[in-house]
């Protein structure tokens, strides 16, 4: 049995706002719907960060302008995983 979907659900009527170096299982959709200032941070990234040298794929996920129609389309799956980008 996974532990944190459980924990999560038990959470729920508290509106939790999940930190994103933890695990967690909360789909994109509601994740986004949690920050406010989301979309003003989404902008920043494109500008700051345009050729996603600082981004993984759960940034990428969050930060895309597509990334609620992803999310719909699939969960948020635990990331573990490094920068994409090696350096030169």
């Given amino acids: 049995m996974n532990l944190l979907p459980v924990v999560e659900q038990q959470l729920a009527p508290f509106n939790p706002v999940p930190h994103w170096a933890k695990l967690f299982t909360m789909p994109?959709?509601?994740?986004q719907s949690l920050y406010e200032k989301l979309a003003d941070f989404q902008k920043?990234?494109?500008?700051?960060?345009?050729?996603?040298?600082?981004?993984n794929a759960f940034m990428d996920r969050i930060t895309s302008p597509h990334s609620v129609a992803l999310a719909a389309q699939t969960p948020a799956p635990l990331n573990r995983e490094p920068f994409r980008n090696s350096y030169p």
């Fill in 44 to 55: 920043l990234v494109a500008e700051f960060d345009p050729k996603g040298k600082f981004r």
């Fill in 28 to 31: 994109s959709t509601r994740l």
